[in-house]
């Protein structure tokens, strides 16, 4: 089953007078339990694709499926719903409440779930804080907690619903090498554990590194997928299948076309 999928989604923003395509076309889908690394240079819409499948935000044109259920027709009391049971986020700067501790900031997107009673809350806080390694910073406040204390509280954070999706926008940005990998392995075997997808966007290759699907994006469009299946990649250059459709294409109305387009004889490789 695909956890996500993403038809044909356009996403223009208005800057003054001008419009501003952040997504041009996107098609994608995205399987259950996968660790997928959407990366691309700044300002090739990465967060804002995040946003997308986060529901956060809407595409201008285009449909968005979590779970096979269509997220574009709903309400925004609707889309507060389903995020509330389906998807976690992760920020680059940790997005903590900073006159909450720890475990009122994990328990807090608790409260918004009526099916979650108090008693449930208050384990779960405590087995996901104890799973992110801070049992004993359940008091602490964000200020009193290092950069790395802070992403594993929002990791608890975000598991706390116990989500089918979690989106980290630049996880590992804010933190020092060794920070950043430790946050990384614990994603990770959070992700072999429990099944969880994890989306991210991210400039850092240890992210790719570790992943085994990647989607790479440029001015708002795919530019290449990958799979990882025992440690190689296979990547697929989207532009190779729109030369390879071209080229069929063509193929099925004469070679006077393909020569005027300057495509040798047997293919568009
Ligand atoms: N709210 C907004 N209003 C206007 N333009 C926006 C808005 N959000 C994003 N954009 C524009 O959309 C494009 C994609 O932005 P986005 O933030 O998705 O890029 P990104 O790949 O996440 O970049 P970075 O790696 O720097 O985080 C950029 O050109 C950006 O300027
Ligand atoms: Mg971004």
């Not at 990465?46 to 201008?60: A, R, S, V």
Request: one cysteine or more; hydrophobic letters at 40%.
């Amino acid at each position: 089953m695909h956890v996500v999928r993403v038809e044909r989604v356009f996403k223009d923003y208005l800057l003054g007078n001008q419009i501003v395509q952040a997504l041009a076309n996107i098609t994608l889908q995205v399987e259950q339990g996968v660790f997928l690394a959407i990366s691309g240079p700044s300002g090739s819409g990465k967060t804002t694709l995040l946003n997308m499948i986060g529901c956060i935000d809407m595409p201008t044109e285009g449909q968005i499926f979590i779970n096979d259920q269509e997220v574009t027709c709903l309400s925004s009391d609707e889309l507060a719903d389903l995020r509330s049971r389906t998807t976690g986020f992760i920020f680059q700067t940790f997005n903590l409440l900073p006159v909450l501790s720890a475990a009122e900031n994990v328990e807090y997107p608790l409260l918004y779930r009526s099916d979650v009673s108090k008693e449930e809350r208050k384990q779960r806080v405590k087995y996901f804080l104890n799973m992110v390694g801070l049992s004993k910073y359940m008091g602490h406040r964000p200020n009193q907690m290092s950069g790395g204390q802070r992403q594993r509280v929002a990791i608890a954070r975000a598991l706390a619903i116990q989500p089918a999706i979690i989106l980290a926008d630049e996880p590992t940005a804010n933190l020092d090498k060794a920070t950043g990998t430790e946050i990384l392995h614990l994603m990770q075997e959070i992700n072999q554990k429990l099944k969880t997808t994890f989306i991210f966007s991210t400039h850092d290759q240890r992210v790719v590194d570790m992943a085994n699907r990647l989607v790479r994006v440029e001015d708002g469009s795919i530019q290449e997928l990958g799979v990882r299946r025992g440690g190689e990649w296979a990547i697929a250059r989207v532009q190779d299948y729109l030369a390879a459709a071209v080229a069929r294409e063509l193929d099925t109305s004469g070679g006077d076309a393909r020569a005027s387009l300057g495509i040798p004889a047997g293919g568009a490789h």
